[in-house]
């Protein structure tokens, strides 16, 4: 129970020491990603708190029902800080796909609704933009 505790509170810190570690220049993991980096300590802390809470749990229960309810509730709670956060993963955005969504060539006529995908694929590719992606900005910036 007291190993589970800890793997939960560890990986709790996880996003936290990743974007400590992105404050730096030279530390750039690009599948990786946070849409709110600031909430990460908040975050951390709710779990931190969600594991003391199930620490604290009766002896007089079943171990494994202590085990099932600290698994369930604390994965619920690392899951829901990781929502808060806000965990993107994926590659970042690549050359092809930035060409082809600013490309208006005729020959894109011949694409039944072309219009409303190319539209489609801006927006998608506006939104998932950050700064490490420099082709893409680039780019949109021609």
Known sequence: MRGLLYTLRALSLVPLALVALGLFSWFYFPYLRFERPVLSVPAALAVWFVAARLNRLSTRMATARRVLQATLLGGSALAASYAMIGVELGRPLDRL?????????????????????IAEELRVAELGMHEHDRIGTIAFGA
Do not use: C
């Open 97 to 117: 796909a930035v060409i082809v969504a600013i490309d208006r060539s005729r020959s894109i006529d011949l694409v039944p609704n072309a219009a409303t995908r």
